[in-house]
């Protein structure tokens, strides 16, 4: 993925995202661009320490917050309330409290992250490449995790009439 398009996602993925008339492919869609950034951040991870593209870390830096507060605002504000009103949150209350929790969790992560990649991306200071190694993958592997759950046991749920897929 090329700088560009990591800057882009982030914007996309940030922008009019309160609407309730968006369709259910923009969230997929933005799965897709967060699974395409954990790509670029897995690929930050295995050339550490020796073979760092400092420009692909500061465009992840960039991207990554917007990234994932966008697609959180749009869960939390369209989605989770959509499921809400058909009756079904009941059945996934605890669920989408969890989501909720991880949301959060995950928005905290990627602002450290985001920092490490910012220092990683300018050469600067004393940097433990282990340890932003370990904050990597941990932190791609969670979201990938994260969107698994969601596409596993939410899809279906949501896949009707107001949120028709474009097709």
């Not at 922008?15 to 968006?22: D, K, R, V």
């Not at 009756?87 to 990627?110: Q, V």
Request: hydrophobic fraction near 45%; charge should be negative.
């Amino acid at each position: 993925m090329s700088e560009l398009i990591l800057e882009e996602a982030g914007n996309r993925a940030a922008s009019n995202t309160a609407g309730a008339h968006l369709p259910l492919d923009w969230w997929l869609n933005a799965h897709q661009e967060q699974l395409r950034l954990c790509a670029e951040l897995e690929q930050i991870a295995d050339s550490l320490p020796a073979n760092v593209n400092r420009q692909k870390c500061l465009y992840a830096a960039k991207a990554l917050g917007p990234m994932i507060k966008g697609l959180h605002h749009y869960e939390e504000n369209v989605l989770f309330p959509a499921l809400e009103t058909r009756g079904l949150a009941g059945d996934l209350s605890k669920t989408l409290a969890r989501l909720k929790f991880e949301h959060f969790e995950d928005e905290c992560f990627a602002e450290e992250l985001s920092e490490r990649l910012l220092l990683l991306g300018a050469g600067g200071g004393e940097i433990n490449m282990e340890a932003t190694g370990y904050m990597l993958r941990g932190f791609f592997e969670a979201v990938r995790r994260h969107i698994a759950f969601e596409r596993e046991h939410l899809i279906d749920k949501l896949d009707d009439a107001r949120f028709e897929r474009a097709g």
